[in-house]
């Protein structure tokens, strides 16, 4: 986008998904030369665990509305078929969930989680990784306003009272718990 600026014309390919510059370009632009290279893939990210067409589902086309949820003890979220989140012992906390408005969030309580997971995967809880073998990232809250980033899918704050969190993600897609940016 930045080159074909500078051009004045749209010579370069422009897209929001990754892997679509493939090769080097050289460009001569007032006499300087620049050259428009392959993207950085981030092999611990969500994006390349997903086929292309889920990519229009996860990537985000317009600026994310944040999803507010209070909550109360245990509670359950299944983002699409891409990753679930655990929160335990919850008393006056909230979630507010920052990923793509096309992804649907299905929320419920932690008990029989596992057993509803297993019954809709694919089905209800969709689009899936490539990858469906899961791993599990814990953390006791001890902040009281914490974001839990799940790498090329967004990110979940959480406020208020609540003992841990579990994440299930694909087993190499990376997890960060860090103190709330907003």
Same mark, same amino acid.
């Given at each position: 986008?930045?080159? &074909?600026?500078?051009?004045? &014309? ?24 620049? $050259? ?14 997903? *086929? ?5 589902? $996860? /990537?985000?086309?317009?600026? /994310? ?16 078929? /891409?990753?679930?989140?655990? /929160? ?12 793509? *408005? ?19 995967? &694919? ?20 902040? *009281?306003?914490? *974001? ?25 897609? &990376? ?8």
């Amino acid at each position: 986008t930045l080159l &074909n600026s500078l051009m004045g &014309n749209s010579t370069l390919t422009m897209s929001r998904y990754p892997g679509t510059t493939l090769d080097f370009n050289t460009l001569e632009i007032d006499g300087q030369t620049y $050259i428009d290279t392959p993207g950085i893939e981030i092999s611990s990210s969500m994006l390349m665990e997903v *086929d292309e067409e889920d990519l229009k589902t $996860i /990537l985000p086309a317009k600026t /994310l509305k944040p999803r507010v949820f209070q909550l109360r003890k245990d509670q359950s979220f299944a983002i699409g078929g /891409l990753a679930r989140v655990d /929160l335990f012992g919850c008393d006056h906390a909230s979630a507010v969930f920052y990923v793509s *408005d096309s992804l649907k969030l299905h929320r419920g309580k932690v008990e029989g989680a596992d057993e509803l997971w297993k019954k809709h995967y &694919n089905e209800l809880f969709v689009p899936v990784p490539k990858d469906r073998n899961f791993r599990k990232f814990s953390i006791r809250k001890e902040m *009281d306003k914490m *974001d839990i980033v799940i790498d090329g899918l967004g990110w979940i704050s959480v406020h208020g009272q609540m003992r841990n969190v579990d994440v299930y993600v694909p087993k190499n897609v &990376n997890v960060t718990f860090r103190k709330a940016m907003l």
